[in-house]
């Protein structure tokens, strides 16, 4: 049994998470102990108690332990990995791959312990100094979705800590052998105890009470645009900051005078590969018509080669949909496809393997308009509708009409309007000739309108949400 961390010991919860294989729902991965309210309400006080000693902690022993974190996540990349992709049905690549990112964002952030600076300037009163200077927040709430069970957690839980908070951490239940896996490590790597607490459960139970808990300074929430809403309205209730990174409904335009393969090894990448369950996976193809045929006939030759399978074997491409709720959705979206008048032109049908898993083909619509339900509401599996406009201004209006903006991609070859788009497209973040999906761990993550709200994640920017700034005079 795999068991919560509060104040610094494992303890046993009220109940039992069966963590199962989306590939094979027979393997059982491991029983994770759920936490109850008054565990919750425990860990929060833990972390608010820890809070003082660790603010005025050395850098050196901040750097030392996420430095450490960093390198067992590294040395155990194939092994973590593979719980990841057995855990959440992405590919064993892909959950390799994620899990050389989360190490990667501990580095970052042990580094950034070193980096702790503010400034000095002059007042405009004669004889006054000012000192601007960035303090911890507190206890900042962290609750994660399933989608990305290491590197999501990574980029909330490093820079929260480098900066001296200490933490309460909720990963999604479907997902807790990834989440378990790193405060295992990071609580071995010398944190004091209650500087990070781990507790296991349902949002509604776990989740909720760290909402409604007035000892919760800060929170950092992924997932679902109607969880986020709650998360903003309890904040706003208790005074407490908080930082939302929500859904995507992300536009790729393909002009007429893009490279073809660029295009579609873009637009296969973003729309498909972790089976579509990015918040920054495109699922709007926008493409002029001078192109849209060849585009269309070449997206479905590249679809037909793709392998769905148990995403621990080799060959597979595509893994499976992360559980029965979501295979549900994807495939309830297809038929609300069909029935809008949109094309299928490939796949969206179940796939039969030799066990029991969430297999589904990756769904290709034409003939889609902007307006239809398919190409307003985020889907979060693999489905992408192809829409047909006339030019690249009709491209660049159709991709800002949304009410999501996380982010935007182009595949072009034309210097004017690979920079004209990157101007106006209205997302955080914005792709040319490259998939829409995929960014870097030392530079700003986040996007606008329904997609996130508050400051950006990952980088130096992480500052902006994890320390408050003090600005202290003094006569000299
Ligand atoms: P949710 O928003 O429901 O879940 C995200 C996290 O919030 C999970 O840890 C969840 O806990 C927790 N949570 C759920 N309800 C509450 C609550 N009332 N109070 C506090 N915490 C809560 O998203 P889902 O995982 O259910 O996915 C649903 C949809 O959300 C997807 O189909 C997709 O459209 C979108 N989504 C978007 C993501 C993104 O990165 N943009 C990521 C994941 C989902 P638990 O699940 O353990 O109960």
């Not at 049905?89 to 964002?105: D, F, M, P, W, Y």
């Not at 800590?161 to 479907?174: D, I, R, S």
């Not at 903003?232 to 393909?254: C, D, T, W, Y």
Request: proline letters at 5%; aromatic letters at 8%.
């Amino acid at each position: 049994m795999f068991k919560n961390l509060i104040a610094g010991e494992w303890i046993n919860g009220s109940d039992v998470i069966r963590n199962l294989n989306p590939s094979d729902t027979n393997d059982l991965i491991g029983e994770y102990s759920r936490a109850s309210v008054d565990q919750t309400k425990q860990a929060i006080a833990a972390a608010k108690t820890a809070f003082p000693r660790w603010a005025r902690s050395s850098i050196l022993e901040r750097h030392a332990i996420l430095r450490n974190a960093a390198n067992e996540i590294l040395s155990r990349k194939d092994e973590l990995g593979r719980l990841l992709s057995r855990e959440e049905g992405k590919t064993l690549a892909e959950g390799v791959g994620e899990t050389v990112r989360a190490s990667q964002i501990f580095d970052f952030f042990a580094g950034e312990c070193l980096r702790l600076a503010g400034e000095t300037v002059p007042s405009t009163r004669p004889g006054v100094s000012v000192d601007v200077t960035r303090e911890p927040v507190g206890v900042v709430g962290i609750i994660t979705p399933w989608n990305f069970p290491i590197a999501i957690p990574a980029w909330k839980i490093a820079p929260a800590l480098c900066y001296g908070n200490t933490v309460v951490f909720k990963p999604a239940e479907l997902v807790p052998g990834s989440a378990w896996s790193i405060v295992d490590i990071l609580h071995r790597a010398g944190l004091p105890e209650g500087v990070l607490n781990l507790v296991m459960g349902k949002g509604s139970v776990v989740g909720q009470t760290m909402l409604t808990s007035a000892d919760v300074n800060a929170m950092t929430f992924t997932g679902s645009t109607a969880t986020g809403k709650q998360v903003a309205l309890a904040s706003i209730e208790h005074n407490r900051r908080f930082q939302l990174e929500m859904g995507g409904k992300n536009p790729f335009i393909v002009l007429d005078d893009a490279d073809l393969s660029i295009a579609v090894d873009a637009a296969v990448n973003s729309a498909f590969f972790s089976t579509g369950q990015r918040c920054t996976a495109s699922s709007r193809l926008i493409v002029t018509a001078g192109i849209h045929d060849r585009f269309v006939a070449a997206m479905v030759e590249r679809m037909s080669s793709l392998m769905v399978g148990d995403a621990l074997k080799p060959d597979t491409h595509i893994g499976p949909v992360v559980d029965q709720g979501q295979l549900k959705q994807d495939i309830d979206y297809i038929n609300i496809g069909k029935n809008e008048g949109a094309k299928l032109a490939f796949g969206g049908e179940l796939v039969e393997r030799g066990t029991p898993g969430f297999y589904l083909r990756p769904a290709l619509f034409t003939e889609a308009t902007n307006q239809m339900r398919i190409s307003r509401e985020e889907i979060f599996g693999p489905v992408a509708s192809v829409i047909r406009v006339k030019d690249y201004d009709e491209a660049l209006a159709t991709a800002n009409d949304t009410p999501f903006g996380l982010s935007s991609g182009i595949a072009t070859t034309s210097l004017k309007y690979a920079t004209h788009f990157k101007r106006n497209a209205e997302a955080g973040m914005v792709m040319v000739n490259l998939p829409t999906a995929g960014v870097d761990f030392h530079v700003p993550f986040g996007g606008r309108k329904a997609s996130s709200f508050g400051p950006r994640e990952q980088g130096k920017y992480a500052a902006e949400f994890f320390t408050m700034v003090k600005t202290a005079y003094a006569t000299a």
